[in-house]
């Protein structure tokens, strides 16, 4: 590792939409991810979000624009969500890692769920101490 930005997926046990995979890429740092829906309905929309944590323990987050998902994402299907537009100037200004997670799943017919941001976030700054000493 090259002392870079690590770029990691927060784990959402609650959640009924996991990603499993994300990619990266200079100039948008979520140009794609995977998304499974792990729970029981059919989801109809979702939503990304993500942590910018800094070496001090400074963090912000961030919520992508909702999709909407017309044909929908059946009970143990994935979905392929477009690109997020995260700004490669994190990386730029040394933030130790970026942490991705769903923050919002829309089943049909059922209640909407949102992630816990404050759990998030404390998720996410538990993380990037670990990934900085590994480097």
């Not at 100039?27 to 989801?43: F, H, M």
């Not at 929309?45 to 624009?65: D, H, I, M, T």
């Amino acid at each position: 590792m090259d002392h870079g930005t690590a770029m990691v997926n927060i784990p959402q046990q609650d959640s009924p939409a996991l990603l499993v995979s994300t990619t990266h890429t200079t100039s948008d740092l979520l140009s794609a991810a995977t998304l499974k829906n792990v729970g029981q309905r059919s989801l109809s929309a979702c939503r990304l979000g993500w942590v910018v944590v800094f070496p001090s323990g400074k963090n912000e987050v961030y919520l992508g624009a909702p999709m909407n998902i017309p044909a929908g994402i059946e009970p143990g299907a994935k979905w392929e969500a477009p690109a997020q537009s995260v700004s490669p100037k994190y990386a730029k200004q040394k933030a130790a890692a970026i942490a991705f997670f769903v923050a919002e799943a829309y089943p049909l017919g059922g209640e909407p769920w949102k992630a816990d941001l404050v759990q998030i976030r404390r998720q996410a700054v538990s993380i990037a101490p670990e990934l900085t000493a590994e480097s």
